[in-house]
């Protein structure tokens, strides 16, 4: 199974329905594990835990909801429930990757092998232990980028009225850019392509990215579909790559 740069690139759509086919792929299944595990535990407790919650959440939410926007309570409460989603469940899947941030991206440099025939390095446990310095800065930076914007936005959930309408349309499109450029790093980073070089090269799929990163988003809500979709983005992501940006920047051939 090789893949080759496409001249058309597809939609994000399609690169995140191929995600939940390649992570089946035999010879790729085990290194699906790893990620697998860490965000099921992680993902698994965190909504089991926020589930419990919800109940006294979102009546303390919907309480700076002003008098005029009252008629419309009945719309503003799912959009309070799934804002609520949105924030938690980028939350924690940003800390799975964190914690699987070495894992993801030895899954995508397997799959990248395996999708153009290319010979990966030679990448083991001590590998891995090598780059984790590198891998962990690369994570900082994303956070460092991503922090500023995510206060700004969750400043906008105190300002009534446009905390319970604007506000989380906002928070949805920007957690789609953000779980855009979280998954795709993780082949750039492999060819060790600069951070802000690979926003730049992301930009230019803006609407490609913002449909992956949306569906990505709207998964990460799911309950027990949201368990598995840390590798299946990877895998997605990984794909994208090799038909949009792997001629330009790949470090091995």
Known sequence: MVSTSTSTPRSGIWYFSQGWRLVSLPGIRRFVILPLLINILLMGGAFWWLFTRLDSWIPALMAHVPDWLQWLSYLLWPIAVISVLLIFGYFFSTLANWIAAPFNGLLAEQLEARLTGATPPDTGIL???????????????????????????????????????????????????????????????????????????????????????????????????????????????????????????????
């Open 127 to 253: 590998g891995i232990a090598k780059d984790l310095p590198r891998i962990m800065k690369r994570e900082w930076q994303k956070f460092i980028w991503y922090l500023p914007r995510a206060v700004v936005l969750l400043l906008l959930y105190l300002v009534p009225g446009i905390g319970q309408t604007v506000a989380p349309v906002l928070w949805f499109l920007f957690s789609a850019w953000m779980l855009a450029i979280q998954y795709c790093d993780y082949p750039f980073d492999n060819h060790k392509v600069p951070f802000r070089e690979m926003r730049s090269a992301l930009r230019t799929q803006k609407v490609a990215n913002m449909q992956f990163g949306a569906l990505t988003s709207l998964f990460t809500m799911v309950p027990f579909l949201n368990l598995f979709i840390m590798p299946v983005a990877v895998c997605g992501a990984t794909a994208m790559w090799v038909d949009c940006y792997r001629v330009k920047h790949a470090l091995w051939k």
